[in-house]
Structures are given as structure tokens and as C-alpha cells.
């Protein structure tokens, strides 16, 4: 089946030791997604490629940077992790960003910072 | 800003249909109204999206209220399985998706 895949699925790290956590997709979707969701809470939207095009959300803190090498995969790097940046971190895809396109995500990454 | 609003939760009778409320009161007349449900340490996946009609899928349907300021997401028939986080989302014309808190949809058997 034509999925995204996200690994780790589990991260542990220490304070301000740089983590990359990777999406890749079989869909052949234009646009990837990367999104932080804390516990109890709606996913944010920290960032989207549409094909090779970089979209920053404005209140995305720099620590948090993406690449996207190929249209397969995506990369999600935290340059100095802080406690508050303990999160599930998803990623999704979708064919294009017009309104009625769907998302498929994946099954997240839960990073944790001790 | 657009702004969606849900109830924190909700609790449902095995079998019987739910009905997930959402106010979606400042979308534009071109944003479409989604509804994702999140499983416990899953990812969010896809139930649902309409614009002005109501709309049915082998999951669920989705009625829109004619002024569009509200919709309802309507399981038939609710199972265990069906136990989630279910989010109502606008997604507007500027490529963004206003996600709702969420509505936290308990079953009892």
C-alpha cells in the first residue's frame, strides 16, 4: 500500500544534541508537510514543501530546519533541542495544497529531550 | 483569523450514531471543511471533506449547515474502533488548515 513512513517512531535525545528525524512517501504527493503536536493538543504546522518550494511558518523558531533531497523523502532537523521541544512529530502529505485536497500522515515520531 | 470550534468530548452507546458538532463561523465561502480523527499514539487520518453539500463516504457524512457557519460529522453506527480524537479543520484559499482543539470521542460498550 502507498504510504509515509516516519523514522524513528521513538527519539530520545539530550538537551541540545541535534536530532533528524526523516518522512518518506510512495504517493508521488507534490507537497510535504512537517507538523509538532504536543500532548493533548492540534498538530502545528511548522513547515510544507510544495515540490522543491520551502514554506516556513512565521512562528516557526529557527532551531527547526527541513530538507527534501528527493520527492520520496523529508527531513526534519532540530539543531539544539530544548525541553519544550519534546513533541509527536508528524509528517503528511498531499497531492497538492488546494483546499480540497486530502492529507495522509504518518504514524509521528515522539521525541523526547532529557 | 478562521477559527473552528469543537467540544472537548463527547460519550456515545456502542451502535448508535454520533454527531460531532463544529462552528466554523468565520470561513470563507470557498474553504472546505475537513474532519481527521487521531488514534492513541497514531497519526491523524482522513474521515471526511465537503464544501456546501452534504457528504457521504463509507466512513461517515458530513452535513453543512446552509450558512455554513457549523457542520456535523455523523458516525452511523458507533464501535469501539471509532474511540479518537476527531479534529474539524478549514482549509482556506491562503493553503493553511485551521484545526480545531478536537473533540475526544469516548465509547462506552
Known amino acids: 500500500d502507498a504510504m509515509v513512513i516516519q523514522n524513528p517512531r521513538y527519539q530520545v535525545t539530550q538537551f541540545g544534541k541535534p536530532v533528524t528525524l526523516s518522512c518518506s512517501q510512495t504517493l508521488n504527493h507534490n507537497v510535504m508537510y512537517w507538523y509538532q503536536q504536543k500532548s493533548s493538543q492540534a498538530p502545528k504546522l511548522l513547515f510544507h514543501?510544495?515540490?522543491?518550494?520551502?514554506?516556513n511558518e512565521a512562528d516557526t523558531p529557527d532551531n527547526f530546519q527541513s530538507r527534501r533531497p528527493n520527492t520520496s523523502f523529508c527531513f526534519l532537523d532540530i539543531r539544539s533541542p530544548g525541553l519544550g521541544d519534546a513533541a509527536m512529530y508528524l509528517c503528511?502529505?498531499?497531492?497538492?495544497?488546494?483546499?480540497?485536497?486530502?492529507?495522509?500522515f504518518g504514524a509521528g515520531s515522539r521525541l523526547t529531550v532529557l | 483569523d478562521a477559527k473552528t470550534t469543537q467540544p472537548n468530548s463527547m460519550e456515545s452507546n456502542e451502535e448508535e450514531p454520533v454527531h460531532l458538532p463544529c462552528n466554523h463561523s468565520t470561513i470563507s465561502g470557498t474553504d472546505y471543511i475537513h474532519w481527521y480523527r487521531q488514534l492513541p499514539s497514531q497519526g491523524p487520518e482522513y474521515v471526511i471533506h465537503g464544501l456546501t453539500s452534504n457528504v457521504n463516504n463509507r466512513m461517515a457524512s458530513l452535513a453543512i449547515a446552509e450558512d455554513r457557519k457549523s457542520s456535523t460529522l455523523i458516525l452511523h453506527r458507533a464501535t469501539l474502533r471509532d474511540a479518537a480524537v476527531y479534529y474539524c479543520?478549514?482549509?482556506?484559499?491562503?493553503?493553511?488548515?485551521?484545526w480545531g482543539a478536537g473533540t475526544k470521542l469516548i465509547i462506552k460498550p
Open positions: 503528511a502529505t498531499s497531492w497538492t495544497r488546494a483546499g480540497a485536497n486530502v492529507l495522509t
Open positions: 479543520i478549514g482549509a482556506d484559499s491562503n493553503y493553511q488548515l485551521i
Open positions: 514543501y510544495y515540490d522543491k518550494d520551502f514554506n
